[in-house]
């Protein structure tokens, strides 16, 4: 059965801090992987990754794939209270295009 | 805004009944996907459809199905409701790339 395990569950900094949130996998016929942020409703994305080594960059996050070693991290510097939400990592397989969901990182950041 | 559009936004019901939730994918996505939202299971995929057809089934309920429509908008039935399926259910489109846009949920509460 696939799994996506993500580590912490949860995160508290103060802002300003840089984070760096994790995410490890086991699936078959590994496809893509991505992350997501959800505030109070629906999960919005913020990257998907498919080779390994290359960082995706949007502002102040950042994220790498490491196929070989099975994980993904998420990096967030100079955090703002904003930035306070659910971080998701999901997998997608060759065969079958769902996401499979880890539990996700609670990250809060105090002012 | 993903231009995915879920309605209605809550909905609150007894035991034993039965609801059905709407979804719209956003313009010119084919793939339409339900997953659940618990309090303790996280996002769990239900089903999948593509142009039409169903493409692939998660842990979905008996008691629950789904169908799109030939305008591509999609409808979750869920029958014979029981408590613990009180959660939020998101539907997501995809295009020609593995990232799923979600919209906003409904949030269900079974009393």
């Known amino acids: 059965e696939d799994k996506v395990v993500q580590s912490p569950l949860s995160l508290v900094v103060h802002e300003g801090d840089t984070v760096t949130l994790n995410c490890s996998y086991e699936?078959?016929?590994?496809?893509?992987l991505l992350w997501y942020k959800q505030e109070k409703k629906a999960p919005t994305f913020l990257f998907m990754l498919t080779s390994s080594g290359i960082e995706k960059k949007s502002g102040r996050l950042s994220s790498i794939l490491d196929k070989k070693e099975l994980f993904s991290i998420l990096n967030i510097t100079a955090t703002q209270t904003g930035d306070s939400a659910v971080y998701l990592c999901a997998v997608v397989t060759f065969g079958n295009e769902k996401l499979t969901f880890g539990t996700g990182t609670r990250l809060t950041i105090i002012p | 805004d993903s231009g995915v559009t879920q309605t209605p936004k809550h909905l609150i019901t007894a035991t034993g009944q039965r609801v059905t939730l709407r979804c719209s994918p956003r313009?010119?996505?084919?793939?339409v996907y339900w997953y659940q939202q618990s309090l303790d299971q996280g996002l769990q995929f239900l089903i999948q459809?593509?142009?039409?057809?169903?493409?692939a089934k998660g842990n979905i309920l008996e008691r629950f199905s789904a169908q799109q429509f030939p305008d591509l908008h999609s409808e979750l039935n869920l029958s014979s409701l029981e408590l613990g399926d009180s959660a939020l259910y998101f539907c997501?489109?995809?295009?020609?790339?593995?990232?799923?846009?979600f919209g906003p949920g409904t949030r269900l509460t079974v009393l």
């Open positions: 459809y593509y142009n039409g057809e169903e493409r």
């Open positions: 997501a489109s995809s295009g020609h790339t593995d990232t799923q846009y």
């Open positions: 313009s010119g996505d084919l793939s």
């Open positions: 699936v078959t016929n590994f496809r893509s």
